[in-house]
């Protein structure tokens, strides 16, 4: 499948900003079933390009001279499989041990402990057990916009029983580490249809050591991961993989303003 992705943030502060500094994980992830076609990102100030730990593209992005809007346009195309849970399988940065401890946003208590090991029981398939885990989850953890902020951790939306899909994938995380598998966070984008709200999106991938593979699960829609997503980045939680995260000295009080469009065509 082709995805067709614009992706405009637009940062518009009450005063004068002195400095920017914005770590930018904008860029698709190269994989065996994902592929750029073309990708551009369009962006004022001096850009550094390089690798993070977890594989991640990362453009370091300043801004040194005041300026009171700061507006990030990103335009592309990528190619992706459509086979539903198969490996889209990456060179690996880090040891799948490393996606296996508790990191900040995903620390789990007795009560969600508790939760996974029932939500998660079985003697079945792997795949089949995460599946009905995430089918919990969701359940669990309603998706509602707007209930929950970024830096809110796993325990914080299981105890307020609703969030956003990151919200969602943190607490799919935080269940598979205290079963000691190891789980990663996903960023990315995700063609919802022609019907569909959905555009930027996160999700989870649980190493399969039988397999040798991550296996994706969108924990929002309680199913495998297919050729409708598209990857940014990954890592231990949300502050790992989070598309635009950075500071910035000045500014005041601060309007954010995001528009995604994903597409399996231009014209759309």
């Given at each position: ?18 400095y920017?500094i914005?770590?930018?994980?904008l860029t698709?992830?190269?994989e ?5 076609v073309?990708?551009?990102i369009?962006?004022?100030g001096?850009r ?11 453009h370091?992005l ?11 346009l ?5 190619e ?13 940065q880090?040891?799948?041990l490393?996606?296996r ?5 995903t ?26 885990g995430?089918?919990?989850?969701a359940a669990a ?5 707007g209930s ?6 796993a325990i914080?939306?299981?105890?307020h ?9 943190h ?11 190891s ?30 593979h991550?296996?994706?699960?969108d924990?929002?829609?309680?199913r ?12 231990r ?11 910035r ?5 601060e309007?954010?303003?995001v528009?995604?469009?994903?597409s ?5």
């Open positions: 499948m082709l995805l067709h992705v614009r992706h405009e943030t637009v940062y518009s502060y009450a005063e004068a900003v002195r920017t914005q770590a930018l994980r698709p992830r190269r065996a079933r994902q592929r750029v073309s990708w551009s369009q962006a004022p001096r550094i390009e390089q690798v993070d730990a977890h594989g991640n593209m990362v370091y300043t801004v040194e001279s005041p300026h009171r809007e700061l507006r990030l990103v335009n592309g195309v990528v992706t499989d459509e086979t539903d849970g198969q490996p889209n399988s990456d060179a690996l880090l040891s799948p490393a996606y401890t508790a990191s900040s946003l620390a789990t208590d007795a009560a969600l402990a508790a939760f996974a090991a029932d939500a998660f029981a079985g003697s079945d398939d792997l795949r089949l057990r995460l599946l009905r995430a089918q919990a989850v953890v309603a998706w509602r916009p929950m902020q970024a830096s809110d951790t914080s939306a299981f105890q029983r609703e969030g956003l899909c990151q919200d969602q994938a607490v799919f995380i935080a269940c598979c580490r205290a079963l000691g598998l789980a990663r966070y996903v960023s990315g984008y995700l063609y919802a249809g022609a019907e569909g709200s959905v555009a930027s999106h996160a999700w989870a991938e649980v190493w399969l050591d039988s397999l040798g991550w296996y994706g699960v924990i929002t829609h309680a495998p991961v297919a050729g409708q997503h598209c990857r940014l980045a990954v890592g939680d949300y502050l790992d993989a989070a598309p635009v995260r950075g500071m000295r000045g500014g005041g009080q309007r954010m303003q528009t995604v469009l994903v399996n065509s231009p014209q759309q």
